[in-house]
């Protein structure tokens, strides 16, 4: 588990009730035992369209897959000797899905969650399998703002 502050921009249709995004995010998490110390690192510029299934007063779920560019960083030191230093930059696809809370289509701000998942997504490791990035991330609250709606 991570803070991963998120910064994006997007446009929304009205008509069709779709959204797009475009985001970045940014992460790093490690482990210190016994001597064993791990560092992950991920960087993302991801790529979503999303469009909303209903609204049931107010609550408004939606679905849609996210495209990401990402680079993945992964390095293992075990007393002080370095036994693992990988990076690679890889093109990623997953599932965006979560729900606004919007009392109607014209408000100029909305609350969201938004969770996403990355099904594969990881580093190889030589002889001993590979580190895993596939998380589902959790964004729990985001206050989305529509400036064209402000003035």
Avoid: C
Avoid at 3 to 30: C, I, Q, T, W
Avoid at 92 to 121: E, H, K
Wanted: glycine share 8%.
């Amino acid at each position: 588990a991570s803070v991963m502050p998120e910064f994006g921009a997007g446009y929304y249709l009205h008509k069709p009730d779709m959204n797009f995004n475009v985001s970045y995010r940014s992460y790093k998490s490690g482990t210190n035992t016994y001597g064993l110390v791990q560092s992950a690192r991920r960087q993302s510029v991801g790529f979503e369209i999303t469009k909303y299934l209903f609204d049931y007063h107010g609550f408004v779920p939606f679905v849609g897959p996210v495209f990401s560019a990402e680079r993945l960083s992964f390095s293992e030191s075990f007393e002080d000797v370095l036994t693992a230093d990988l990076s690679e930059d890889k093109l990623a696809m997953g599932v965006t899905f979560g729900w606004d809370i919007r009392p109607n289509r014209i408000q100029s701000w909305v609350l969201r969650t938004n969770l996403r998942w990355y099904p594969q997504l990881g580093i190889e490791v030589a002889d001993q399998g590979e580190v895993s990035f596939s998380n589902i991330e959790f964004n729990f609250i985001q206050l989305i703002v529509y400036p064209g709606r402000m003035f």
